[in-house]
Structure formats: C-alpha cells, structure tokens
C-alpha cells in the first residue's frame, strides 16, 4: 500500500511568510509525528497526534509552529512569521500506535523548508 | 533526559568488509531501538526494529543487537557493498511514544 507522503517535496520563502507543510500517513495508522531535521543532525521531534488530538507537543521550538489533524488523518504543520533558522527538512512518520506501545515508525521523505 | 550517541560519526570502507555501527543511549527505560538508513536528500527507510525484550533483528546482511542493561546497539552489515553507502540513524522510543534520534553514522562503501 501507499506510504506516507509529504506535500510539498520542497518549499522556498521569504523571511515573514506563512508556511502549511502537509503530511498523509499510511491509511489506518493513528499515530502521526512531525520531527525536524537539520543538516547534519538527526531528526528531532516536534509534535505527536493520537487520533485528532496532539498528545505531546512538547518539541515544538516556540509559539509561530502549529500543528493540526483536524479529522485524524492528514496533518498540516503550520509556521507564522517563517525565520532564516527555520530551515530545515520536516519530516512525517505515522504508525499504529497507541500511548504506551512500541509500533514502528513510518517516514515520509520530507519536505524541505528554506527560508530566505 | 534521553541522549543517543553513534560512533563513528563516518566510515570509509572497501567493498566487501564486514562492518559495525554503534549506538548508545542514557536512558535504558525504552520500548524499542529502531535503526533506520537515510540516503542523501531522502527521508529515513526503517531498517530494523528491536523491542526492549529482545536481544537481536536480522534482516538479510543486517544483524542488529540490544543491550538494554547497557544502553547498547550495535548494526552489523556483512560484505558491504558499494549500494549501502548511506548515513545510518539509530532512534530509541521510550514511554513518550517519540523517537530520540542520534546524529548517525555516515558510511561510505567504495568498489
């Protein structure tokens, strides 16, 4: 079946802009992650959804990223008044899981951010 | 606080050696290590997953152990071919259900 996947592959902005980055997980998994990846580094974690709602959110860096899942399955990660250090690949996983369980991760390929 | 470090940071080996990537975490209350393969400019394909109770995943040319107790991983790729060059992420998930990822091992496998 279908992966996940990640809309779009790419995105360029200017400094200020408003950005949405979209994450489909595989169908049926009701866990969704967004991790953020710099270069060089590994992917650290953003946000958590459990259905609709954000179970963690405890990653995300300040108050211009927001998250949504509004129907507990497609999320978009949202960033106001996008800066030069919000450059990054933002990537998407989802699996089965439930709190407490230990269900593997599936990744999307990213989308990468560049802020100009 | 859950820390994951990967040593080396990269390698550079000829064509068919047997080779070993390492990961240790601080933290050893985990649910499960995941060591997954990350090609340049791509997204993270998960290579194997290892639950807290187990001790080792083989999956074709890759073995990888867990030593809880110790904070421990090891991904053993035997007769390394030039296709695996990639840089190689371990990620341990604990009770937060996130992953925690290190900063990964770039492996090149020249002919």
């Known amino acids: 079946g279908a992966g996940v996947s990640q809309t779009p592959s790419n995105k360029v902005t200017e400094k200020g802009k408003y950005v949405e980055l979209r994450c489909d997980p595989i169908?049926?998994?009701?866990?969704l992650y967004w991790y953020r990846q710099s270069l060089g580094q590994g992917p650290e974690f953003l946000i958590y959804?459990?259905?609709?709602?954000?179970?963690?959110d405890s990653g995300l860096p300040n108050d211009r990223f927001f998250a949504v899942r509004p129907e507990g399955s497609v999320s978009t990660l949202k960033i106001q008044r996008t800066e030069r250090g919000d450059s990054a690949v933002y990537l998407c996983?989802?699996?089965?899981?439930?709190?407490?369980?230990?269900?593997?991760?599936?990744f999307g390929p990213g989308t990468r951010l560049t802020v100009t | 606080k859950q820390e994951v470090t990967q040593i080396p940071a990269a390698l550079s080996v000829p064509e068919g050696e047997n080779l070993v990537l390492n990961c240790s975490f601080t933290?050893?209350?985990?649910?499960?290590l995941q060591w997954f393969r990350q090609d340049p400019g791509k997204g993270l394909t998960s290579l194997l997953l290892?639950?807290?109770?187990?001790r080792e995943q083989t999956s074709g040319r890759l073995n990888a152990s867990l030593d809880k107790s110790s904070g421990r991983s090891t991904l053993y790729i035997a007769a390394s071919q030039p296709g695996d060059s990639a840089t190689y992420l371990c990620?341990?998930?604990?009770?937060?259900?996130?992953?925690?990822f290190g900063t990964g091992t770039r492996l090149q496998v020249f002919p």
């Open positions: 996983a989802s699996s089965l899981g439930f709190p407490g369980s230990s269900y593997e991760q599936y």
């Open positions: 169908s049926g998994h009701t866990a």
């Open positions: 959804f459990q259905g609709t709602g954000a179970a963690d």
């Open positions: 933290d050893s209350a985990i649910y499960n």
């Open positions: 290892i639950q807290s109770s187990q």
């Open positions: 990620a341990v998930c604990g009770n937060t259900d996130k992953l925690i």
